[in-house]
């Protein structure tokens, strides 16, 4: 089961978990899409637990992360 989460004040709020067979996709996409809108990045683990940045919500990730930017200058 691959899973959506956004990390939070609370600590992290699970959005949505899908399976390799389809279940839940379309309501991941959709969490992941509107996530996006509202200025999150998410970040996906790949093989090897490396992670990396992306765009698209990546159906064969364990786990995508959304975080909001970190804020300085």
């Given amino acids: 089961m691959s899973r959506l989460i956004r990390l939070d004040r609370t600590g992290h709020t699970e959005l949505a978990e899908w399976d390799a067979g389809g279940a839940g996709v379309e ?25 990396e940045q992306v765009r698209e919500l990546p159906l064969d ?7 909001r930017p970190i804020a300085g200058g």
Avoid: K, M, S
Avoid at 28 to 39: I, V
Avoid at 61 to 67: G, W
């Fill in 27 to 51: 309501q991941a996409r959709a969490a992941f899409a509107a996530e996006l809108d509202h200025g999150y990045f998410a970040v996906a683990t790949g093989p090897g637990a490396a992670a």
């Fill in 61 to 67: 990730a364990e786990l995508v992360v959304l975080r």
